[in-house]
């Protein structure tokens, strides 16, 4: 079946803009999280979804970072006045539910650059 | 320190060669140890779970973790030039009302045909 999806595959912005990243997560899964991998690096969590509400957003770096995933499928990731130090490679992963043996499944991930 | 170590390679081997990457973490509370594979521009796509200590076998690839030491391990088998990528170690408390992945840096390897 489909896997994770996610739009767009790149976006180029300028400093200060506003972007929207959209994840779309395999049908039926409950879960859903967003990590964010710069060059070289491993992902670093950002923030998890169980059904429509954000369960754990301890790693969001600061304010103008924000998520919502209304209806419990599709995700958004909203970032404000954007910063050269965003840039990097947006990963979204989904899981059945949040139980034990549940693992997560990552989507190919949109790649910010800020200019 | 950071909770999960990895060497970030690049590890470079011949085809056919038994390759082993690593990874050691200090949070005892870890109890699922995941391993995925990235290849470039692409996002990562899971190989190896297994839950607490022992050993996992899937094809050509087997998992190893030991807990007493804070240490896990890939093995791949018969390398071949398409394992070409960079390998990711990830693990989870779960359970403990956390549910986040911790990943390592990834350890890029090059296998050579």
């Known amino acids: 079946g489909a896997g994770v999806s996610q739009t767009p595959s790149n976006k180029v912005t300028e400093k200060g803009k506003y972007v929207e990243l959209r994840c779309d997560p395999i049908?039926?899964?409950?879960?859903l999280y967003w990590y964010r991998q710069s060059l070289g690096q491993g992902p670093e969590f950002l923030i998890y979804f169980q059904g429509t509400g954000a369960a754990d957003d301890s790693g969001l770096p600061n304010d103008r970072f924000f998520a919502v995933r209304p209806e419990g499928s599709v995700s958004t990731l909203k970032i404000q006045r954007t910063e050269r130090g965003d840039s990097a490679v947006y990963l979204c992963?989904?899981?059945?539910?949040?139980?034990?043996?549940?693992?997560?499944?990552f989507g190919p991930g949109t790649r910010l650059t800020v200019l | 320190q950071k909770e999960v170590e990895q060497d970030p390679g690049p590890l470079s081997v011949p085809e056919g060669a038994i390759v082993s990457l690593n990874c050691t973490y200090s949070n005892s509370a870890f109890q699922y140890f995941m391993w995925y594979r990235q290849y470039s521009r692409k996002g990562p796509e899971l190989l190896m779970y297994?839950?607490?200590?022992g050993n996992k076998e899937d094809g050509r690839f087997t998992a190893q973790v030991d807990k007493s030491s804070k240490y896990i391990s890939l093995f791949i088998r018969d390398s071949q030039p398409s394992d070409s990528a960079t390998y990711l170690c990830a693990m989870s408390e779960k359970g403990s009302g956390t549910y986040k992945y911790i990943f390592g840096t990834g350890t890029r390897l090059k296998v050579l045909a």
């Open positions: 992963a989904s899981s059945l539910t949040l139980a034990g043996a549940d693992t997560q499944y």
């Open positions: 049908s039926g899964h409950t879960a």
């Open positions: 297994t839950y607490s200590s």
